[in-house]
């Protein structure tokens, strides 16, 4: 079965720190990977999106990479702040380019001022 | 706003009613995606378009469950005989494919459904 997990499930952090959020996924035969922040009550606001052939992509504070020999992207926040607070979901495409995303459960991060 | 819209963003039904949203995606975006979350899980795939044509129906979508998207262009998603596991958040996502290259899904703000 394809699936996608994130750790950790909740994170905390002081302003100004430099995190992590990590994604796993069982079949390493992936289209492409994207990452997306979801506010509390709203819709995905996509953040970058990798292709298979890629090893990175970076947007302002954020850094996505893909390991797809091991299974594993990792987003990359520099300078944390507090309006980065929200939830960070990870999410794969299989098999081609349909664009059906499998969806991680995400890590609900909170920074704290 | 050039994004994706969804109507209603809220709708509360008592259970056995139907009821129908309806997803405007980017302007020239020839895929269009629903999606289903329900509270801590992330987004669920149910079905999506090219063009006009649907392509794929997860077997999450139940026969009560229909989506539309008669000119290529807005879909609708009717649920008959709501019940109250159909209770979610659903999220409606456009996309671009080109010579056989999909970019990336930009979602709308989602309709919550409530069914008492």
């Known amino acids: 079965k394809q699936e996608v997990t994130q750790i950790p499930a909740a994170l905390s952090v002081p302003e100004g720190e430099n995190l992590v959020l990590n994604c796993s996924f069982t079949?390493?035969?992936?289209?492409?990977l994207q990452w997306f922040r979801q506010d509390p009550g709203k819709g995905l606001t996509s953040l970058l999106l990798?292709?298979?052939?890629?090893r990175e992509q970076t947007s302002g504070r954020l850094n996505a990479s893909l390991d797809k020999s091991s299974g594993r992207s990792t987003l990359y926040i520099a300078a944390s702040q507090p309006g980065d607070s929200a939830t960070y979901l990870c999410?794969?495409?299989?098999?081609?380019?349909?664009?059906?995303?499998?969806f991680g459960t995400g890590t609900l991060l909170a920074v704290q001022p | 706003d050039t994004g994706v819209s969804q109507d209603p963003r809220h709708k509360i039904t008592k259970r056995g009613q139907n009821v129908t949203f309806r997803c405007d995606p980017i302007?020239?975006?020839?895929?269009l995606y629903w999606y289903r979350q329900t509270l801590g899980q992330g987004p669920e795939f149910l079905t999506y378009?090219?063009?006009?044509?649907?392509?794929?129906k997860s077997r999450l979508l139940s026969d009560r469950f229909s989506a539309e998207r008669p000119k290529g262009s807005f879909s609708t998603l009717e649920i008959q005989r709501t019940e109250q596991g159909d209770s979610a958040m659903y999220l409606c996502?456009?996309?671009?494919?080109?010579?056989?290259?999909?970019?990336?899904?930009?979602f709308g703000e989602g309709s919550r459904l409530t069914v008492l």
């Open positions: 996502a456009s996309s671009v494919t080109k010579s056989g290259f999909t970019g990336e899904l930009f």
């Open positions: 302007s020239e975006h020839n895929r």
């Open positions: 378009f090219q063009n006009e044509a649907q392509l794929e």
């Open positions: 990798i292709q298979s052939s890629q």
């Open positions: 999410a794969v495409t299989y098999g081609g380019a349909t664009n059906k995303l499998i």
């Open positions: 079949d390493s035969a992936i289209y492409n």
